[in-house]
């Protein structure tokens, strides 16, 4: 008669990680950064705009030739998609299982609620969830061309124009990059003190830092929609 053996199975390395509070804080600490850094190099690419559409459709050119002859047309961008769409997905799916964590911890609310968080701490959630329907809405009008009206494919300058000459066009980008900011300042001071950076003699100087990276940020993402409602742009 046979006899069953057991085997001691170890979880593996990634998934006692992702198992983890602290596994997931870091997975949404790393992404976080990935995305922050992907921002920056997008907001100045976006400051182009300023320099005409020559200079800028040049641009848009070449980020689709970006690692030519070695890659082909496009492959170097769809890589960068490919690794910005993985960040968003890690970010999200971490920050909703912390989120589900702390509610099961803390089923039944504070009686008196504090009031010390900042603004952008208590919209930290809502922030994610307003960034992650942008972010599909901005694919569909700037990348597929879906809604916007007056789109022409290899006209990159002309349909940022027509997307800021609509009301609806400024509205949702200008709400969405305030929102942007405010998770910005908060995210990068979080993403220090998960990953180790933080202690007490660097606080003041991170907290700087956070904030004059969303302040940049965000004047450098409006100050193209501005540009084109005030003509500057045109």
Do not use: C
């Amino acid at each position: 008669m046979a006899l069953a053996t057991r085997t001691d199975r170890r979880p593996s390395m990634t998934r006692t990680l992702w198992g983890s509070t602290v596994g997931k804080k870091t997975v949404m600490a790393v992404s976080g950064l990935i995305m922050l850094g992907y921002l920056v190099v997008h907001m100045l690419g976006n400051l182009k705009i300023f320099f005409g559409s020559g200079e800028f459709n040049a641009y848009a050119h070449w980020l689709r030739t970006l690692g030519e002859p070695f890659l082909h047309y496009e492959w170097a961008l769809w890589l960068i998609r490919v690794v910005l769409v993985a960040a968003v997905v890690l970010h999200g799916v971490s920050a909703y299982q912390l989120s589900r964590r702390d509610l099961r911890a803390r089923p039944v609310g504070y009686a008196h609620e504090r009031r010390r968080a900042s603004y952008a701490t208590r919209t930290m959630r809502w922030g994610g969830v307003i960034l992650g329907l942008f972010i599909v809405w901005h694919i569909l009008d700037l990348t597929t061309l879906t809604v916007n009206e007056n789109a022409q494919h290899g006209r990159p300058y002309e349909n940022v124009l027509s997307t800021f000459s609509t009301w609806y066009g400024n509205t949702v980008y200008i709400a969405a990059v305030l929102a942007l900011g405010l998770h910005v300042r908060h995210g990068f001071w979080s993403a220090a003190q998960t990953l180790g950076v933080s202690s007490a003699a660097r606080d003041r100087a991170l907290k700087a830092a956070a904030n004059v990276l969303a302040l940049v940020l965000t004047a450098g993402f409006v100050s193209v929609p501005v540009a084109v409602m005030t003509g500057v742009v045109n």
